[in-house]
């Protein structure tokens, strides 16, 4: 079955530091992953999207990687802000059919 | 601002009736997508649209139907509507109708079934 779990499920940081997301999926065959970001009661805004053959993608402070062999991928957050307090998702594509596996996403907030 | 407007932004309503959601996408945007966003089951993906014709389904129930028009605005139809149903709907575009396609997502409607 095809599946994306995220993790932690939340984190709680200070203003300044860095931190990682993690991302596991169990899609097959792969087409691409997913970062969005998501404030509370809004629409998600893509961060960063990748294919199979790119392993790291940066975004201003945030830098996505991904290791298709292991099917993982992480965010990194560098330099906290605290307009960074947002849900992050991890989505996949497979190329076989047409829909986008979400996962539900870590609630990350940044504290002064 | 994505670009991607969606009407109403709240909508109380009460079991049994139906209601549409509005979206339009952004300018020059062929493709459409409806999403539901429950607290305990995250997003899922429901149908995509691209220049009119159905393109993809997900997880869309048979009381729920969605069409994109000429104008390429799409509306999603609820009906039978269960407390259940209670979620964010949001609609994204995206300028093609594939999977690596960017997709921009509007601000949603709120959807509360009494």
């Known amino acids: 079955k095809n599946q994306v779990e995220q993790s932690p499920q939340s984190l709680i940081i200070l203003e300044g530091k860095n931190c990682t997301l993690q991302?596991?999926?169990?899609?097959?065959?792969?087409?691409?992953l997913r970062w969005y970001k998501q404030d509370t009661g809004r629409g998600p805004v893509s961060l960063t999207i990748m294919t199979f053959s790119e392993n790291t993608k940066s975004n201003g402070r945030y830098t996505a990687t991904l290791d298709a062999d292991t099917k993982q991928s992480s965010l990194h957050i560098t330099a906290s802000q605290l307009s960074d307090s947002a849900s992050y998702i991890c989505v996949v594509s497979s190329q076989a059919g047409t829909a986008l596996i979400f996962g539900k996403g870590t609630t990350l907030s940044v504290s002064s | 601002d994505s670009g991607v407007t969606q009407t109403p932004k709240h909508l109380i309503t009460a079991t049994g009736q139906r209601v549409t959601l509005r979206c339009s996408p952004r300018?020059?945007?062929?493709?459409v997508y409806w999403y539901q966003q429950s607290l305990d089951q995250g997003l899922q993906f429901l149908i995509q649209y691209y220049n009119g014709e159905e393109r993809a389904k997900g997880n869309i129930l048979e009381r729920f139907s969605a069409q994109q028009f000429p104008d390429l605005h799409s509306e999603l139809n609820l009906s039978s509507l269960e407390l259940g149903d209670s979620a964010l709907y949001f609609c994204a575009s995206s300028v093609g109708g594939t999977k690596v396609n960017e997709q921009f997502f509007g601000p949603g409607t709120r959807l509360t079934v009494l």
């Open positions: 300018s020059g945007d062929l493709s």
């Open positions: 991302c596991n999926y169990t899609v097959s065959p792969f087409s691409n």
